[in-house]
């Protein structure tokens, strides 16, 4: 069977690849940031939304 055939017309995977470490990275940083930041830091809030926004961008990555 060709490889090309296990292919999905329009699934770059190298890119969903990359794409998938930047989100895992960027995850584990606002993780970190969200640890190590004041509870009251004017800032906390917007760091739990792009953790949202990564997660939910990460499970576009895999459907």
């Known amino acids: 069977m060709p490889t090309g055939c296990l292919r999905r017309p329009g699934v770059n995977t190298p890119m969903k690849i990359l794409n998938l470490i ?6 584990a940083f606002y993780n970190w940031a969200a640890r190590e930041i004041n509870p009251l ?4 809030p917007r ?6 926004e990564l997660s939910d961008k990460a499970h576009r ?3």
């Open 22 to 27: 930047h989100v895992m990275v960027a995850q």
């Open 41 to 44: 830091h004017p800032d906390l």
């Open 47 to 52: 760091i739990m939304t792009r953790q949202m």
């Open 61 to 63: 990555v895999f459907s």
